[in-house]
């Protein structure tokens, strides 16, 4: 069966920071990968997607980046960490676009 | 403008209510619709919706879409305290470049179960 580890589960890192969240897939291959914000409050919004190796799209221009270095490995990063940047992250994936859309257990950041 | 609405944003009832919450939606080439169950964590997948009509049902909890219409609801019978979270809607949008579809969510019902 198919799981998805994210990690850390919590950080607390200082504004200017640099940020490198990781996400990975197992028991499947060729995965579409998605990193989700949700600030406070209940929206979900979509940061990045990845339908393969080095294909990155972004949805929101910031001041993250992702990347895609192994077929089922997802990294979100910043280079400096701005408070409005807090929020929980959350690495999903599905297989193709008619299926459901699975999450990892999420990342919470707080930017002090 | 949201292309994914829910309705209400929050609802409070006692343990043994049914409720009803809303989504409706604003796609061409719609794919499909998904509901979302959010406790503490991440979302938990709920159900998956294509074709219009076509009732989804998993225990207390039930779908349906109206393709026509374009909204679906997501009834939940003799509530428990167990089901207070919040629910949300996802529907497939293309995306800016129009060559891949994403989920957008809607901003969520906050349901409450008292006892």
């Known amino acids: 069966s198919q799981t998805i580890h994210q990690w850390p589960a919590t950080l607390v890192q200082p504004v200017g920071s640099p940020l490198s969240l990781e996400c990975t897939v197992e028991?499947?291959?060729?995965?579409?990968l998605y990193w989700y914000r949700q600030a406070a409050g209940r929206g979900l919004q979509l940061l990045f997607y990845?339908?393969?190796?080095?294909?990155i799209s972004s949805e929101v221009p910031q001041n993250l980046s992702a990347s895609r270095p192994q077929d089922r490995q997802f990294i979100l990063s910043s280079k400096k960490l701005l408070l409005s940047d807090s929020g929980f992250y959350l690495c999903?994936?599905?297989?193709?676009?008619?299926?459901?859309?699975?999450f990892g257990n999420g990342t919470r950041l707080t930017v002090t | 403008e949201d292309k994914v609405v829910q309705s209400p944003l929050s609802l409070v009832v006692h343990e043994g209510d049914t409720v009803t919450l809303n989504c409706s939606y604003e796609?061409?080439?719609?794919?499909?619709l998904l509901w979302y169950k959010q406790e503490k964590k991440a979302p938990t997948f709920l159900f998956m919706l294509?074709?219009?009509?076509i009732e989804k049902k998993s225990g207390r909890l039930s779908s349906i879409l109206d393709k026509k219409e374009l909204f679906s609801i997501l009834n939940i019978t003799a509530t428990q305290t167990g089901d207070s979270a919040v629910y949300l809607c996802?529907?497939?949008?293309?995306?800016?470049?129009?060559?891949?579809?994403?989920?957008?969510f809607g901003k969520g019902t906050l349901l409450t179960v008292n006892p």
């Open positions: 999903a994936w599905r297989q193709g676009y008619n299926s459901p859309l699975h």
């Open positions: 028991g499947t291959s060729n995965p579409n």
């Open positions: 990845s339908v393969g190796i080095g294909q």
């Open positions: 796609v061409t080439n719609f794919r499909s």
């Open positions: 294509t074709s219009s009509g």
């Open positions: 996802a529907v497939d949008l293309p995306t800016s470049g129009g060559s891949n579809y994403k989920l957008t």
